[in-house]
């Protein structure tokens, strides 16, 4: 049972336990894994609590109702898990700027925040422009041979090479 | 809808879905796709991690799906797509993925390893970025969304083949992929 507190798995053994998740899902749930459109329910129930039933009205909310459905529940056992493997592996720890971006930005907390926000924001707003993101798509509608999937998971990936060697030349001068 | 022999009662389907939410999470933390520096790594070219997980996932559950199809245990949801969509967006959140060194379920799972960048910056933006989403859907909906739609086909339709030939090809490209990664050493 040791291999089960390794703070690494090899990556296809990992990559090949998330596709027979994906079965079960489809078997017992049928549903493809997604995580984005949770980040969109929860935002709306943010939205309700701060402007009331106004929001409901929106047309995004008709189609996405602001409330916890299965998928919601499947995003908040994300964290539980990573914190399960994290600490059973000796690997949690605080951090609020990651390793790699000290060494090239420095330690500045309030740089590495404003470029996740900002970040966040706009994977937030492509994911929901797309119709999922790296789960929804990537995986869960690669694996299903969907058009859509194949080529917004290229786009992804174009986008992110893009983005991340720009901010990284950028850095280096 | 074709029925799912299956499928879980209705009041057993929330609890299911955190649990295998669980096993996701302690998976992405196992193969380290939780952490900024992999997937940087990976959109820097640098470190393959990201694609071999995202790669070996979907040739398993490609190959597992099309067992379940053909017993009649599962049904397919594929997503409607237009270039608009797909490609514009795809475009936009693979900016913002570069940005951040996350994505929405990896930033989730960062969250539950202690890195708070994920959370303060990740998960708050994308929620910023969703919200932001939601009130501009009416404007782009009837525009940009529907520019070069293809609706909800997948490639053995495009490619007027049997699913199952289809299936075999892109597993063999995928196989060849890794097997390419594995003697490079990347």
Known sequence: ?173 | MEKIPFLLPEAARKPFALFLGILFGFLLQKGGVTRYEVIIGQLLLLDFTVLKVMLSAVLAGMLGIQVLLHLNLVALHPKHGSVGSSVIGGLIFGLGFGLLGYCPGTAAGAVGQGSLDALFGGVCGMLLGTAFYSGIYPRIEATVLRWGTFGEITLPEVLHAARWKVVIAVAAVIATALSAMSFLGL
Not at chain 1, 159 to 166: N, T
């Open chain 1, 1 to 173: 049972m040791e291999w089960l507190f390794l703070p690494r798995w090899p990556a296809v053994a990992v990559g090949t336990l998330i596709g027979l998740l994906e079965c079960v899902t489809f078997l017992l749930l049928d549903k493809p894994i997604g995580c984005s459109t949770a980040f969109a329910r929860t935002s709306g129930m943010i939205e309700k609590t701060l402007r009331g039933s106004a929001t409901m009205e929106k047309a995004y909310y008709r189609l996405f109702p602001p409330v916890i459905d299965w998928e919601w529940m499947f995003v908040l056992g994300i964290p539980l898990g990573a914190f399960l493997s994290a600490v059973s592996s000796g690997t949690f720890r605080i951090e609020w700027v990651p390793s790699l971006w000290v060494g090239i930005f420095g330690p500045g907390i309030a740089l590495r925040l404003t470029t996740a926000l900002a970040g966040g924001f706009l994977a937030g707003l492509g994911a929901r422009w797309a119709g999922g993101c790296t789960s929804g798509h990537g995986i869960s509608g690669s694996l299903q041979l969907a058009v859509s999937s194949w080529l917004a998971s290229a786009a992804f990936f174009a986008g992110g090479i893009l983005s991340a060697i720009l901010l990284f030349s950028l850095a280096r001068g």
